[in-house]
């Protein structure tokens, strides 16, 4: 019998709970607060790339809406994440399909095979496709930028969606097939819903990987270039806030992108 | 002809192959099932039952034989072209739907026009007890809801043949029996042919027009649950279902369907169910536990002595269960189990006759 009347138990103090605080609040302002110092810049009123802070302007903001050459970068950059990602997106989606349906010889040499461009440094493979494409007589340019892209993007697609397809319950595709539906009818309402956040995941994190590709691009472009790499460019001639303005925007673009990636990789609920 | 049944297994097996050996998980099955029939599959796991179902459902196909639906060969037919639709373990609601989608699925499949959906959903909510349930997503379910949802989905389209798998196994031991009752229910209302596919007896036996017993991809024995339970076909059937004493015993008269039977040096009358095995050869005798009358030695009054066989009996062990007592008691022939009704507690110390029908006890091969 418990004895009612006994006083409350106190609870066990913790020890030093602050100090795994402060130790994660320095790991983080380690890696964070070089990007608040860009956005802080790209506020600042000073005409070059420095602090001290002098006074708020958005001016960078506008001069940067306005450059043309910045403007014409980055819309090839969108244009050539686009594609890419529908191409990594679209050929992922049929590999990963493969490799969770059917049993073939060299299906672990496949996989690897297909996770090789993320695993192989961006030179290897920049390398590697520059000397294809021009034994090809492939003129460089942003098709070639948009193939390469798409060759890297394609493991990054694969990744969530074979982890989301391993976690489907085949007794959902044969209750479809059971009450009627036909094969098509079965990707189209059941397994493609399944798995239908897990290729959005894939699709924004190849978008995000291919929006700031240098490496391989530097290999496989022409005249036109990517906003990474005119932002590289101008970083060794005129550095303005401008490139921090820049930079801010594209940041909170990814973090958007990356956080609707996150949100979207949790299975649905069974 | 037996292809007349709603549903024929015509001597089907289904081989797998693992390693270099061929395994049968369903040997040279013939079954025929009828249309209205509660027909069960038993066995515990591995015994071929749910692979079996399968067959039917057109989820596998068979290496050898033919499976007939409504008197036509559908053996090699994919699931979406038979007028058979399965109730699964987990049910395989589909988590992105709504509970009225998900029921309204195989009409939309159908290509139902709009209002027709509706209203047939809205009347199997209701059938169901769940008409407040629609908009809710499954897994917002319990888990006698989820059955529920997953009854009326397989049933919303009217198949000839319904196939259960294990339907109660996920659900708590409380709501089972209030979902068994209702789903011999929808049966009876619905005049459909059931296939229900179960390792638990007892839903086998409360269920069931007739039960197939099935052991290592074959059907041992196929009757009503009254035949299974009262005149099983072997020792392994006699075992699986329900309690039983058995006793080893030489075969030394036969006279019709009676039979005497050697037993420790003490006669013993019995039934014969099969042909009569040859005299002298040794057999089994099954008797229930619940068929063995017992009575005080010293009571010379009791209806009793009206029984065939007798032995005395030396009380070992009681065990108080609830609504019965499990005795074990110590005789002459061997241990015997039984169960008695009653309250009242029995003492070790006595002595008593155990006493049985002829009718009660069972002949069957030695193994």
Not at chain 1, 145 to 165: D, M, N, S, W, Y
Not at chain 2, 84 to 102: G, I, K, M, R, W
Request: charge should be neutral; hydrophobic fraction near 45%; glycine fraction near 8%.
């Amino acid at each position: 019998m418990p004895d009612v009347s006994s006083p409350a138990i106190a609870p066990r103090p913790q020890r030093r709970p602050w100090l795994l605080g402060v130790w994660t609040a320095i790991a983080l302002g380690f890696l964070y607060l070089p990007i608040g110092v860009v956005v802080l810049m790209s506020v600042n009123q000073s005409r070059i790339l420095s602090l001290p802070f002098t006074g708020f302007t958005l001016d960078w903001y506008g001069l940067a809406l306005a450059d043309a050459p910045l403007r014409a970068a980055l819309g090839n950059s969108l244009k050539v994440a686009a594609i890419a990602t529908l191409f990594a997106t679209g050929l992922g989606l049929l590999a990963a399909f493969a490799i969770y349906r059917y049993q073939f010889w060299g299906k672990t040499a496949f996989r690897l095979a297909l996770n090789l461009p993320i695993l192989l440094p961006g030179v290897v493979t920049g390398v590697a496709m520059l000397a294809y494409f021009s034994s090809l007589e492939l003129g460089l340019g942003l098709g070639t930028v948009i193939l390469g892209h798409g060759v890297f993007g394609l493991p990054v697609a694969l990744g969530p969606i074979l982890t989301r397809l391993g976690q489907f319950p085949t007794a959902l595709e044969e209750a479809a097939y059971d009450l009627g539906a036909r094969p098509v009818q079965v990707f189209r309402d059941v397994l493609f819903p399944y798995i239908r956040s897990a290729v959005v995941a894939g699709a924004l994190l190849a978008f995000t990987l291919s929006f700031d590709e240098v490496v391989v691009t530097i290999f496989l472009t022409g005249r036109d270039n990517t906003l990474p790499m005119e932002i590289w460019g101008r970083l060794r001639t005129n550095i303005t806030p401008e490139i921090a303005a820049v930079a801010t925007v594209i940041l909170t673009v990814s973090s958007i992108l990356v956080v609707a990636s996150q949100r979207n990789s949790a299975p649905p609920s069974a | 002809m037996q292809t007349q049944s709603l549903v024929y297994l015509d001597r089907v097996s289904k081989l797998y192959r693992s390693g270099g050996a061929e395994i049968y998980a369903v040997r040279d099955v013939t079954l025929a099932v009828q249309a209205g029939e509660f027909f069960s599959l038993l066995g515990s796991s591995g015994s071929g039952k749910t692979t079996t179902l399968r067959l039917i459902g057109g989820f596998e196909q068979p290496e050898y034989g033919e499976v007939y639906l409504n008197g036509e060969v559908v053996t090699t037919q994919p699931p979406y072209c038979r007028p058979v639709h399965t109730v699964f373990q987990s049910y395989a609601l589909f988590p992105h739907l709504s509970v009225a989608e998900n029921i309204a699925y195989p009409l939309a499949i159908a290509r139902t026009p709009r209002e027709e959906i509706d209203a047939q959903v809205r009347d199997a909510l209701k059938m169901f007890q769940i008409p407040e349930l629609g908009d809710r997503r499954p897994h917002q379910l319990s888990g006698g809801q989820q059955q529920r949802v997953a009854l009326a989905r397989a049933l919303i389209s009217r198949p000839k043949v319904l196939l259960l798998d294990e339907p109660l196994s996920a659900l708590d031991a409380k709501i089972r029996d209030e979902v068994r009752q209702e789903l011999k229910a929808v049966q009876r209302q619905t005049n459909l042919t059931f296939i229900y596919v179960t390792h638990d007896q007892d839903e086998a036996l409360a269920l069931s027009d007739r039960i197939a017993v099935m052991d290592q991809g074959q059907v041992q024995q196929l009757g009503t649950p009254r035949d299974i339970y009262d005149a099983p076909a072997s020792l392994f059937v006699a075992q699986f279902i329900g309690k039983a004493n058995f006793l080893r015993g030489t075969i030394v008269d036969v006279a019709g369907d009676r039979a005497t039977v050697l037993v420790n040096g003490l006669a013993l009358q019995a039934r014969l169910s099969s042909p009569a095995p040859a005299l002298n050869t040794e057999v089994t005798l099954m008797v229930r536990p619940e068929r063995l009358r017992l009575s005080s030695a010293a009571d010379t009054q009791s209806s009793t002595h009206f029984l065939e066989n007798q032995v005395s009996a030396t009380l070992t062990q009681s065990t108080y269960i609830g609504a019965v007592q499990e005795l074990r008691l110590t005789t002459a022939v061997g241990d015997l189990l039984t169960t008695q009704l009653g309250q009242a507690p029995i003492h070790a110390s006595s002595s008593f006759t155990l006493s049985w029908q002829a009718e009660d006890c069972l002949v069957l091969p030695v193994d």
